[in-house]
Nanobody
Framework: QVQLVESGGGLVQAGDSLRLSCAAS????????MGWFRQAPGKEREFVAGISWGGGSTSYADSAKGRFTISRVNAKNTVYLQMNSLKPEDTAVYYCAADRAGTHWGRDANEYDDWGQGTQVTVSS
């Protein structure tokens, strides 16, 4: 079992930036592909960004391209999501997820094995 703990959410204004962190424990983080998802009230969970186990490959939702950057530091067992130019429509609970096989860092949530509890991001206009 892998434990994932997100942090860094908060209330910001449109145009501001936030950096989310996801700390992993209980497994072999450097072997895992990781993803960030979000879920807004009344909406389905959606993919935001993913990163390969070594960090050399990333993927992004169209809504995140050019504004968000996913990265990881395996020595710290942590994956990050840098979010710039935030918009009110980015308001959601953000979740990180781990694919222990290390083979999937895309938008299919069913491919991920472990999930964190989420961190709230609220962007005011």
């Amino acid at each position: 079992q892998v434990q994932l703990v997100e942090s860094g959410g908060g209330l910001v204004q449109a145009g501001d930036s936030l950096r989310l962190s996801c700390a992993a424990s209980g497994g072999h983080f450097s072997n895992y592909a990781m993803g960030w998802f979000r879920q807004a009230p009344g909406k389905e969970r959606e993919f935001v960004a993913g990163i390969s186990w070594g960090g050399g490959s990333t993927s992004y939702a169209d809504s995140a391209k050019g504004r968000f950057t996913i990265s990881r530091v395996n020595a710290k067992n942590t994956v990050y999501l840098q979010m710039n130019s935030l918009k009110p429509e980015d308001t959601a609970v953000y979740y990180c997820a781990a694919d222990r096989a290390g083979t999937h860092w895309g938008r299919d949530a069913n491919e991920y094995d472990d999930w964190g509890q989420g961190t709230q991001v609220t962007v005011s206009s």
